[in-house]
């Protein structure tokens, strides 16, 4: 059983369209994040939930909306995409002060 | 604020070699400190964690011990192997917010690479 799940695993798109990416967890745990890859293989944090409430957003441009219908599903849909959105996008679930993360999802933008 | 600094790599070793990637950290508190690695294609795994000063954390022949004094968290091994070879993240978790798991802060990874 795979513990966090996204799909799809790569998404090919051009620049101005807007794309979804879905991610659950069956882990049982109350927060979720994204967190974004770059080129450089730098991982940082855009946004963090809590029981399906907003704690965390970090300085992400409002074309991203996360939501969360419930406790293990945080989505992400962004509008309008741009060049610079190209990135690996990773959800992940905490529980027990680990985390635990999605196998990711490749965004390209033409 | 936060922050976590690793040695840049990449990182090229030959099979039965000792590793040692170097992890610092700044932070407010006492933060929790990680390791993931990161297979070609694959996301994120935890290799291993320290919740308290002095915890050595340990799985598949690495290592770690949370360094209170000097801020730091080196990874090591005593002989790496070609399956090693992967992408190497030091992370530390900062504190919670309202009762909730904080979020990951993570170094810029380093590369290994092990030949046989």
């Known amino acids: 059983d795979t513990a966090v799940s996204q799909t799809p695993k790569y998404l090919v798109t051009q620049m101005g369209n807007d794309k979804s990416i879905k991610c659950e967890q069956n882990?049982?745990?109350?927060?979720m994040y994204w967190y974004k890859q770059d080129s450089k293989k730098f991982l940082k944090i855009m946004f963090s939930?809590?029981?399906?409430?907003?704690?965390i957003n970090e300085t992400v441009p409002n074309r991203f909306s996360p939501k969360s219908p419930d406790k293990a599903h945080l989505n992400l849909h962004i509008n309008s995409l741009e060049l610079g959105d190209s990135a690996v996008y990773f959800c992940?679930?905490?529980?027990?002060?680990?985390?635990?993360f999605g196998p990711g999802t490749r965004l390209t933008v033409l | 604020g936060d922050s976590v600094t690793q040695m840049e790599g990449p990182v090229t070793l030959s099979e039965e070699a000792f590793l040692t990637i170097n992890c610092t950290y700044t932070?407010?508190?006492?933060?929790?400190l990680f390791w993931y690695v990161q297979y070609p294609g694959e996301g994120l795994q935890l290799l291993l964690k320290?919740?308290?000063?002095?915890d050595k954390g340990s799985n598949k022949g690495f290592e770690a011990t949370y360094r209170k004094e000097t801020t730091s968290f080196h990874l090591e091994k005593g002989s790496v192997q070609v399956s090693d070879s992967a992408v190497y993240f030091c992370?530390?978790?900062?504190?919670?917010?309202?009762?909730?798991?904080?979020?990951?802060?993570f170094g810029k990874g380093t590369k290994l690479s092990v030949k046989p």
């Open positions: 992940a679930s905490s529980g027990g002060g680990v985390s635990f």
């Open positions: 882990l049982g745990h109350d927060t």
């Open positions: 939930y809590n029981n399906k409430e907003l704690i």
């Open positions: 932070a407010t508190g006492y933060p929790s």
């Open positions: 320290a919740t308290k000063a002095d």
């Open positions: 992370a530390l978790r900062i504190l919670n917010y309202g009762g909730s798991q904080g979020n990951l802060i």
